[in-house]
C-alpha cells in the first residue's frame, strides 16, 4: 500500500469501517511511515477531546417521562397501525416513508403476511415480520454491494476464524461445493440492533446469504416466507438456529437446507 | 442552511407493520442520541426537547414506514428531520437574526457549560472544574463554528459512534458524502482547536 492510498484509508481504519484484509495492509503500512502514524495520533486525539470535552447531552428526564406517559396512553388507546392508509398522507409521513425506503435496495416494499388481532399476536408478529425484513433488506443490500462477503474465502478455516476475531461468534462453516453449493465468503451485517454472522453461499446464478440467528432471536414460524421472488426458510445449521435467504426455487432451498441441517 | 435539507421523498406506501409500542421502546432506548443530536442542531435546550417530542409522537404514529436496517438511524433520522422543520419555522419567525451563529444560549457559553457539568461532576476541585468548564466552553464554540452538515455528522461518528452506512441513512445522503463531511469536519475542527487538541490529551498509539 502506498501513502497516497493509506491516507484515504486513514480515516476508514480509524472509524472501522476497513475490513480485516484492508486493516492489516493498512497496519503493515502503519509500521513504516511516520507521516501517517502521525495523522492517526491526530485523529484520536481530536475524538478523545470531543468525547472528554463534548459531553453528550442527555435527554432531561422530564422530557423522558412526558414521553414514556404518552407512549403508555397510546397503547391503552390501542393506537391504530395503520392511520392513514389510503388517504392522502400527511407531509412528515412523506419523509418518513422515504427515509425507509432508502434502506430496501431498489425501495422495494415488503408485504406482511399475517394480519394479526391482539395485542400479543400483534408484538409477536411485528418481530418476526422486523426480522424478516431486516433479513430481506440484508440480502438486497449485499446484492447491490460491490461485493456481498467482506470476507472472501472458499476456504472455511478462514471465515470461521474472521467471524470469531469480529464478533466473538465463530459459526460452523462448510464448504458445499462438491454438492453444488459453493462458499464464497462472509460478511457481519446488522437486523435491527443485533450483528449477525451471514454466510454466503453461491449456487448457479443464485446467491445465498445464511444469516445465523441468536437463541434470542430465532424465526418462530418453520414456514418459509416468500417476497418479490425472494425466499426466507428458516434452518438449522447443525444445531444452531439459521435463516437462508435466496432467490432460488423450492427445491433448491430444501435440499441446501438439509445439507446445513446435516453439518457438523 | 439549504444544503441541511434532505431530499423530499416520493410519496411511496410501504405496507409494512411495526407496532407503535415497539418503536415506542426503540425511541426511548435511543432518547440520549437523539436528544444529543436535536441539542447540536437547535442550539438549546427547549427547542431540543420539542423536536424530539414532536419526533416521538411522528415516530409511534409512522412505525409502519419502518423497513429493515438500522432501527436507531431510522429513529435519528426522524428526529432530524423535526429539527430541520423547526430551523425552518424559526427562520420564518426571525428573520431578521442570523441562525447559525447566535440564537443559542443567551448566557454565553462558558457559564451554560458551566451549569452543564456542574451538577454532574464527582470532581471537588474548583480549579479543575473552571478548567474543564472553559475547555468545554471552547470545543463547544468550535463545533457551533462548524457548518451544520459537518456538525451533525461529526456529533453522529464520534459521539455516538454511527457507522458510515448509519450516518447516511440519517443523514439521507451516499456514504461517500458522509466521508467526505468527515474529513472536512475533523479538519476545519483540527485548525480551530490548533495543536492543543493533540497536546491536551496522553494517547498512547
Known amino acids: ?264 | 442552511m439549504s444544503r441541511l435539507r434532505g431530499p423530499i421523498g416520493r410519496c411511496r406506501r410501504v405496507t409494512t407493520a411495526t407496532s407503535p409500542t415497539l418503536v415506542g421502546e426503540l425511541a426511548l432506548h435511543h432518547l440520549d442520541a437523539a436528544y444529543n443530536l436535536g441539542r447540536w442542531l437547535l442550539g438549546n435546550e427547549h427547542d431540543a426537547a420539542d423536536a424530539v417530542h414532536d419526533a416521538f409522537v411522528r415516530a409511534t404514529r409512522a412505525a409502519d414506514t419502518y423497513a429493515g436496517g438500522s432501527a436507531r438511524a431510522w429513529w435519528l433520522a426522524i428526529v432530524r428531520n423535526c429539527c430541520l422543520a423547526r430551523l425552518q419555522s424559526r427562520k420564518r419567525e426571525m428573520r431578521h437574526v442570523s441562525l447559525d451563529g447566535t440564537t443559542g444560549d443567551d448566557d454565553g457559553p462558558a457559564r451554560s457549560a458551566l451549569e452543564r457539568l456542574l451538577p454532574h461532576s464527582e470532581a471537588d476541585d474548583v480549579e479543575e472544574l473552571l478548567d474543564q468548564a472553559q475547555r468545554r466552553a471552547r470545543i463547544a464554540r468550535a463545533l457551533d463554528a462548524l457548518p451544520p452538515e459537518f456538525r451533525e455528522a461529526l456529533i453522529l461518528r464520534e459521539i455516538e459512534a454511527f457507522s458510515y452506512r448509519e450516518i447516511a441513512d440519517v443523514l439521507q445522503i451516499p456514504i461517500g458524502t458522509v466521508m467526505s463531511r468527515l474529513a472536512r469536519a475533523r479538519a476545519l475542527l483540527h485548525k480551530t482547536l490548533g495543536g492543543n487538541a493533540a497536546s491536551e490529551v496522553t494517547h498512547g498509539l
Not at chain 1, 162 to 178: C, L, N, Y
Open chain 1, 1 to 264: 500500500m502506498d501513502c497516497k492510498i493509506a491516507r484515504d484509508a486513514l480515516p476508514l481504519y480509524f472509524d472501522g469501517e476497513l475490513d480485516r484484509t484492508a486493516s492489516r495492509e493498512f497496519e503493515a503500512h502503519l509500521d513504516g511511515c511516520a507521516i501517517c502514524r502521525v495523522a492517526l495520533i491526530e485523529l484520536d486525539a481530536l475524538r478523545t477531546t470531543l468525547r472528554q470535552d463534548a459531553p453528550r447531552h442527555t435527554a432531561p428526564q422530564l422530557l423522558r417521562k412526558r414521553l414514556e406517559k404518552f407512549a403508555a396512553t397510546q397503547a391503552r388507546e390501542g393506537a391504530p397501525i395503520h392511520p392513514r392508509r389510503g388517504g392522502s398522507a400527511p407531509r412528515w409521513l412523506a419523509h418518513a416513508a422515504s427515509i425507509a425506503l432508502a434502506f430496501g435496495a431498489g425501495g422495494m416494499a415488503v408485504t406482511l403476511w399475517n394480519s394479526p388481532r391482539h395485542a400479543s399476536e400483534l408484538a409477536q408478529t411485528s418481530m418476526h415480520s422486523q426480522l424478516a425484513r431486516d433479513l430481506f433488506a440484508s440480502h438486497w443490500r449485499a446484492l447491490a454491494a460491490a461485493s456481498p462477503v467482506d470476507v472472501i474465502s472458499t476456504d472455511r478455516h478462514t471465515v470461521k476464524p474472521w467471524f470469531e476475531g469480529k464478533i466473538g461468534i465463530a459459526p460452523t462453516v462448510h464448504d458445499f461445493a462438491e454438492q453444488g453449493f459453493d462458499l464464497v465468503g462472509g460478511r457481519i451485517d446488522y437486523a435491527g440492533d443485533l450483528r449477525l454472522p451471514v454466510l454466503v453461499y453461491r449456487h448457479g446464478q443464485h446467491l445465498i446469504d445464511v444469516f445465523v440467528l441468536p437463541d434470542t432471536a430465532a424465526m418462530a414460524s418453520a414456514a418459509t416466507i416468500a417476497e418479490s421472488g425472494y425466499r426466507i426458510d428458516p434452518v438449522k445449521i447443525g444445531t444452531q438456529n439459521a435463516a437462508i435467504v435466496s432467490d432460488m426455487d423450492a427445491g433448491e432451498m430444501a435440499r441446501f437446507a438439509q445439507l446445513l441441517a446435516a453439518a457438523r
